[in-house]
């Protein structure tokens, strides 16, 4: 099948399990099981806004910004930049989500969060206070050179 038939038949699958009250975390067991790759899901669940409705649903039942952040990561198999849009939509802040987002991350490249959190984080949200929690936790990473991009500093 071709990649347009993969988004396809992903597409249809959610609709039908979402027809039927599937939550989002059993769509992606599901769509896994159909032998669906990991990016057609991050799209088809992208399109869908389904981390940022399964944060916020999980944020108005009194969950911890963590145990969200690992039921996205591990139920409901959102990449990390994923993670860091769905808590902003939630209505935290930049720093905020770096706060929570960065100690999670572990060996793997903050630069997905960074990127989310910065460039697309909330108009009102403190750049400095997030260079800030940037420094802390990943001392590597530096602002941007003026071309707009960010960049891990050589080890």
Known sequence: MSGQ???????EQVEDSRAHGEGWAD???DLQGEGIGEEVIAEVLRERQAWAEEAQEWKQHGFPYEEIVLHLREEVAAPWGDVAHALM????????????VLPLMGEESPLPV????LLEGPEDSNEAEAWEVIGYFFPEISRDDGTGALEEAPA
């Not at 038939?5 to 597409?11: H, K, L």
């Not at 939509?89 to 929570?100: E, F, H, K, N, Q």
């Open 89 to 100: 939509s939630t209505g935290m802040i930049s720093p905020d989500v770096l706060r929570v």
């Open 5 to 11: 038939g993969w988004m396809d038949y992903a597409r």
């Open 27 to 29: 769509i992606v067991v």
């Open 114 to 117: 960074v990127q989310a959190a």
